[in-house]
């Protein structure tokens, strides 16, 4: 007993040789007595154990089994287990990862992703008490196996199983060593909208990789407003057959972008069938998943027949970073595949490069685990122990029971390997997502772009701008050209009407009214009129044929509703509608629209009489402010102009009471430049140019605008509008089908009640010319294209106010319909080539009534207009003021200073300075001037006569200068 004690213990640190007679032993003995023993060993060495934690120095094990799931016998499979056996054996070569540890290597075939046979095979691996396991090869398996390992808490470290519902939440001991598909459809949505296309075909292999890689599609596409328009499985065990029929349905179908997610054994068989299907040619997008660019990898050179399968196709690879580390190992990749059969393909693969950094980042979790003081145990499963079944042999599953300790040192991994950074995120997924964008032309591949998760779609390396503020906008998403399918740089447009002889059905709207825009020509079922022939002239434009019909919708006697018509369009009865539909809010929620063709918005059409005269009239041009402020501004332009000339023009000198009359009528006499007063002072002339500028445009705007009012206001209408009709009580006509009732009810808020439908316009213009109060209505609300036809012929109505819609007529489609977004771009070349207009002067020429539909009312000259020029104005009249200001003060300081000293200036009053300096500017100039001269010429005669002493000259002056300053 005691030596089936002892194998019992060391199992897991012995060779497989004595492995393998411990569980012969094992399998001798009686199982109950085992587990006694092995329980009482087990609280032994657990008590050991923890005495000798807090030491954190655990004695590590010679071996640790760990394994490895894959399809070893594929081409794939190779490349991987050679990139796993070099990790391996660098890991036990190097000193300082594991110390004296070595990783003891079991590598299981995974049966060609049978789910069953990996059962079997995946408990074969677990059996050998493997601490984890890196695989399995696929994510069928990997659905199946994670069950198990959360069971034993063995750690799955898998870089192929991208599956995107391997979720670590569900499956915590699932640990994916590469980024998820959930990125690479992302990286695909992305390049589908960079291109402006909004369908694909997905066609997938249907397991759960395929599915779920398609769902994470569909998602992304839906973030883009795309989506996939039709989804094209195939058997995991699809012949060729079934692949051809498969590719025949996608041809017939309208979308020609094409995303195929397979895997690296029936990926190439799909392209072999499309090739000899002729759909690799002009007009197909094809986008393969990660799987090619792996296949390109590993055939490097691949074959000239396969290269010219897949021309054109663009694909999607994981991007690894260049650095010296990458660098070493590709080189040691030439030496490990030198020795291998030439026929076999060894190229480097992205996934050869994470199969290595999977193996260094366990063995650096090892590493930490053994550090922090913890020992590999297992133990029995009680629950494993209640299946009865000898001949399974489920007693040799045992837990590992540190494996959450594992599992939690592998999140915590932080490594630059050769595949890159390796750490985990809080959603334990690797950082910094990215890929090449890979464009299959000639002999070769090229590169014509980034994709990351932090700046979307670049043309420069993701690392680049990592460190840069994220900026994922449209403008940002840049790509190199690309050579599609058929050899042609020119984008393919993604889409052709399905090759099935089915016709577009377009509905046609058949009113009772305006047959201009649209009606049927009789005993056939062609339609005519405005909006018809831009409908055929836009669909000639087309780089294309477009096979529709006619299909004419409504009864004849009535006019049909278009937003039900536009419902139609959803259901599926119509492909389109092309007449007069307007664009409208509701309507835009269920379909698309075109570029509209001609513009219309809801007016107010009321009868007019002739306005009776008003004797205020000439008043009408300003608004009151606006004759206030230009009176202050003549008056006190009048009064500036006074100031700067009174001292130097006789013509504003005199009694008081005649300068207010000459500044009264020197200002208003500018109105008409007939002003008789002559300004002599430069400033005066300044301001008086700046003001009669001014004047100038004032005549001008009130003589315009008053011609105006007298013209306009010889028709009038009591209302003057929408806001008339809201505060009234009066009924409102409306044409029967139109959105006009809802906006109304809806927007406007007016009660449903006082709407009255009206179907012809000759009801409609009799209920105007009954009235309101006599059983018509006192206004009529339709779109304005439909009322410049209405009031051609009827002179005596018009519209009143201004359009309170802005809107206007386009043809629709389904939602995201491709050929809404063409026919809106032939729509803007006919109206660049003037087409549009010549159609338009065809059917719609105005006649002689129409100009009566302009405003009844003139909108009143507003001070906010002409606020500029006062500014300039006003601003002109104070800076000649200032420099006048600073002039007389420099003149009354000189010549004040002549007539009296320092002392008796001192000895003044402050008032009666001011006195003296008001007199002296109300003085003339030239009298200041001559008297300065005079007093100068009696000071220097006066000196030549006295002589004498300078004492007694000196004060015989100051006695003089005395007698002028009491003098003036």
């Known amino acids: 007993m005691s030596k089936i004690l002892v194998s019992r213990v060391t199992i897991a640190h012995h060779t497989n040789k004595k492995k393998k007679m411990t569980r012969r032993i094992y399998q001798a003995t009686n199982p109950t007595m085992i587990e006694v023993w092995f329980l009482a060993l087990l609280v032994l060495s657990n008590g050991l154990s923890s005495t000798g934690a807090g030491k954190n120095n655990s004695t590590r094990p010679d071996f640790?089994?760990?394994?490895?799931?894959?399809?070893?016998?594929?081409?794939?499979?190779?490349?991987?287990?050679?990139?796993?056996?070099?990790?391996?054996?660098?890991?036990?070569?190097?000193?300082?990862?594991?110390?004296?540890?070595?990783?003891?290597?079991?590598?299981?075939?995974?049966?060609k992703y049978r789910g069953f046979l990996s059962i079997a095979e995946v408990l074969q691996v677990m059996a050998r008490h493997t601490v984890a396991i890196i695989g399995p090869h696929s994510s069928v398996t990997a659905h199946v196996i994670t069950h198990i390992a959360n069971e034993l808490q063995v750690p799955l470290l898998s870089f192929s199983a991208l599956d995107p519902t391997l979720s670590s939440l569900q499956f915590p001991f699932f640990i994916r060593t590469c980024h998820s598909d959930l990125y690479q459809m992302a990286a695909i949505a992305d390049l589908v909208d960079h291109y402006g296309w909004k369908d694909v075909i997905a066609v997938y292999i249907d397991d759960d990789n395929g599915r779920n890689g398609i769902g994470a599609l569909g998602d992304k596409l839906a973030e883009k407003r795309c989506k996939i328009s039709y989804k094209a499985p195939l058997s995991p065990e699809a012949t060729r057959e079934e692949i051809t029929n498969v590719l025949v349905q996608v041809a017939l179908a309208e979308s020609r972008v094409i995303v195929v997610h397979a895997n690296t054994v029936w990926g190439p068989k799909v392209f072999n069938v499309a090739k000899y299907l002729g759909m690799m040619g002009t007009g197909y997008v094809w986008i393969a998943t990660a799987f090619l660019s792996a296949l390109i990898d590993i055939y490097n050179p691949v074959p000239l027949d396969s290269m010219d399968e897949i021309q054109g196709v663009l694909t999607p690879r994981v991007y690894t970073p260049d650095s010296e580390l990458k660098r070493r190992f590709v080189s040691r990749w030439k030496n490990l595949t030198s020795g291998n059969n030439a026929n076999v393909p060894f190229g480097l693969s992205f996934l050869a490069l994470y199969a290595y950094d999977t193996v260094y980042a366990l063995a650096h979790a090892l590493d930490a685990f053994f550090k922090q003081g913890n020992q590999i145990t297992f133990s029995d499963d009680s629950r494993l122990s209640l299946i009865s079944g000898d001949n399974l042999h489920l007693d040799a599953l045992?837990?590992?029971?540190?494996?959450?300790?594992?599992?939690?040192?592998?999140?915590?991994?932080?490594?630059?390997?050769?595949?890159?950074?390796?750490?985990?995120?809080?959603?334990r997924n690797l950082v910094n997502p990215?890929?090449?964008i890979i464009n299959v032309v000639g002999t070769g591949i090229r590169r014509i772009g980034y994709w990351s998760n932090y700046s979307g779609l670049s043309v420069i390396p993701p690392e680049t701008l990592f460190s840069k503020p994220a900026n994922i906008s449209r403008a940002n998403q840049k790509l190199l050209p690309v050579i599609w399918p058929g050899e042609t740089d020119q984008k393919p447009r993604g889409w052709v009407f399905p090759n099935n002889g089915r016709l577009l059905k377009i509905g046609v709207p058949k009113g009772v009214t305006y047959h201009e825009f649209v009606s049927q020509v009789k005993g056939t079922d062609m339609f005519e009129g405005f909006c018809i022939d831009v409908f055929l002239s836009a669909v000639n434009l087309l780089p294309y044929a477009v096979p529709y019909k006619f299909i004419p919708y409504g009864d004849g006697k009535n006019n049909p509703s278009i937003t039900e018509l536009v419902r139609l369009i959803t259901t599926g009865e119509f492909d389109g509608a092309v007449g007069d539909i307007a664009i409208t809010t509701e309507r835009t929620r269920m379909v698309?629209?075109?570029?509209?063709?001609?513009?219309?918005?809801?007016?107010?059409?009321?009868?007019?009489?002739?306005?009776?005269?008003?004797?205020?009239?000439?008043?009408?041009?300003?608004?009151p402010k606006m004759w206030c402020v230009t009176a202050v501004f003549f008056i006190l332009v009048g009064a500036v102009v006074w100031i700067l000339e009174h001292r130097v023009n006789d013509d504003f000198r005199g009694p008081p009471k005649k300068q207010v009359v000459t500044v009264l009528w020197?200002?208003?006499?500018?109105?008409?430049?007939?002003?008789?007063?002559?300004?002599v002072s430069t400033l005066g002339r300044f301001v008086l140019i700046i003001w009669l500028f001014v004047v100038l445009i004032i005549n001008s705007s009130y003589t315009a605008s008053l011609t105006s009012i007298l013209t306009v206001q010889q028709l009038s209408s009591p209302i003057k509008g929408i806001e008339s009709l809201v505060n009234g009580k009066d009924?409102?006509?409306?044409?029967q089908g139109s959105f006009a009732k809802n906006y109304l009810v809806q927007e406007i808020g007016i009660e449903e009640s006082r709407l009255v439908p009206l179907k012809t316009p000759a009801e409609a213009a009799n209920a105007l010319k009954k009235g309101s109060q006599n059983g018509g209505v006192a206004a009529y609300i339709d779109e304005r294209a439909y009322i410049d036809i209405f009031l051609s012929t009827r002179c005596d109505l018009t519209v009143v106010g201004s359009e309170f819609t802005r809107n206007g007529w386009g043809f629709a489609f389904p939602r995201d319909s491709p050929l809404a977004i063409?026919?809106?771009?032939?729509?803007l070349q006919m109206t660049d080539n003037g087409d549009l207009q010549r159609i338009h002067d065809k059917w719609l020429l105005s006649s002689a009534c129409l100009s009566q539909g302009s405003k009844l009312e003139v909108e009143r000259l507003q001070l906010k207009s002409f606020w500029g020029l006062y500014v300039i104005c006003g601003s002109a009249c104070l800076l000649a003021l200032f420099i006048y200001l600073l002039q007389i003060l420099r003149q009354y300081q000189k010549h004040y200073s002549q007539e009296v000293d320092s002392t008796e200036q001192s000895l003044r009053s402050g008032s009666s300075q001011l006195r003296t300096f008001l007199s002296f500017v109300d003085e003339k100039e030239e009298t200041v001037k001559s008297r300065s001269k005079r007093r100068k010429m009696e000071r220097i005669s006066y000196r030549s006569s006295k002589g004498g002493s300078p004492i007694n000259s000196n004060k015989g002056y100051a006695s003089y200068r005395s007698e002028?300053?009491?003098?003036?």
């Open 398 to 427: 045992k837990i590992f029971n540190e494996g959450n300790l594992l599992r939690r040192n592998i999140y915590a991994i932080n490594m630059t390997g050769v595949s890159g950074p390796f750490k985990y995120t809080y959603d």
């Open 666 to 679: 020197f200002s208003f006499s500018t109105m008409f430049f007939s002003h008789r007063e002559n300004t």
């Open 592 to 623: 698309d629209f075109t570029q509209p063709y001609i513009e219309s918005g809801l007016v107010v059409v009321a009868p007019v009489r002739e306005s009776k005269s008003n004797a205020l009239a000439f008043l009408a041009p300003f608004t």
């Open 731 to 735: 009924l409102i006509g409306y044409t």
């Open 64 to 111: 640790v089994n760990i394994g490895a799931l894959f399809s070893f016998n594929t081409t794939v499979g190779r490349n991987i287990k050679l990139a796993i056996e070099a990790a391996i054996e660098d890991v036990n070569s190097d000193p300082n990862i594991l110390g004296k540890t070595k990783l003891n290597l079991s590598l299981q075939e995974d049966s």
């Open 822 to 827: 063409d026919l809106s771009t032939a729509i």
């Open 434 to 436: 990215a890929y090449e």
């Open 964 to 968: 002028c300053a009491t003098e003036l």
